[in-house]
């Protein structure tokens, strides 16, 4: 009975540590995910917008429009980005949960 005490809670210490690992990722994984499309991707499409209107009137060169463009695509790329890490910690969390209801059924 001691030992099965004993294994009980290294099973849910580990459980704890786990849970608490992934959470700290998902987290992240949101708090980077609000900032980019909240600060950083609205700001790259303005400078994108602002380097085609220059563009247009004859103020800038095609490169510059370009680099904008890319710019864009690279942000909008880190939100797809951090969009799959936070999937990924939800499907982790899952699973640990899923995998520790199983070893814990009689």
């Keep these: 009975r001691t030992q099965a ?3 009980a809670d290294a099973l849910r210490l580990r459980l704890m540590q786990e849970t608490a690992e992934i959470r700290s990722r998902l987290v992240q994984a949101i708090a ?12 790259a499409r303005e400078a994108l ?3 085609q209107e220059e563009f247009a009137a004859g103020m800038a060169d095609l490169p510059a429009v370009l680099d904008s463009q890319r710019a864009v695509i ?3 790329s880190q939100v797809l980005t951090s969009r799959l890490r936070a999937a990924e910690a939800v499907i982790d969390l899952h699973a640990l949960l899923n995998g520790f209801a ?3 059924q009689p």
Aim: glycine share 0%; aromatic share 0%; hydrophobic share 30%.
């Design 102 to 104: 199983t070893s814990t």
């Design 32 to 43: 980077e995910q609000q900032s980019l499309t909240t600060k950083v991707v609205p700001a």
């Design 5 to 7: 005490r004993a294994d």
């Design 49 to 51: 917008r602002l380097h």
């Design 74 to 76: 690279d942000v909008e």
